[in-house]
């Protein structure tokens, strides 16, 4: 099992601070929000996208796929009575040669191993696509 820790600090009421290893992030905590810095969805969003980056990261070897570049666009519905998330769409955009049915076989591996995505599917519909730059 891995472990995980995070630790934040409010910095006064316009935003606070989330450390992890060496890292350090400013985010938005004001409730009128700020432009500089994410909001809590917006940081679920940002995990979730890093998520299958990293995902890709680790397969990529393992299926020998060639890849000169990926990005991940998300949107998400929010409701405000009681406030959640309630669906997450994704599209995952690659720069590569590789033939179409390998760009599938990706985007199910990227599906399958990834722990944010697994742990969000779980509890809120999570629909995305593949496709080529």
């Given at each position: 099992?891995?472990?995980y820790n995070v630790q934040a600090r409010r910095i006064d009421a316009h935003g606070s601070e989330v450390a992890a290893k060496q890292a350090r992030l400013?985010?938005?905590t004001d409730p009128q929000g700020r432009a500089d810095a994410f909001n809590p969805a917006e940081m679920l969003l940002g995990a979730l996208a890093a998520c299958i980056i990293k995902g890709a990261e680790r397969v990529l070897p393992t299926l020998g796929f060639s890849l000169r570049g990926l990005e991940v666009k998300?949107?998400?519905i929010r409701q405000n009575s009681p406030p959640k998330i309630v669906s997450v769409d994704y599209i995952i955009v690659v720069d590569t040669d590789e033939p179409d049915h390998r760009i599938e076989l990706l985007h199910t591996n990227i599906r399958k191993y990834g722990s944010?995505?697994?742990t969000l599917a779980a509890v809120v519909p999570v629909n995305g696509?593949?496709?080529r730059k």
């Open positions: 099992m891995l472990e400013l985010v938005d998300l949107h998400a944010i995505s697994n696509t593949i496709r």
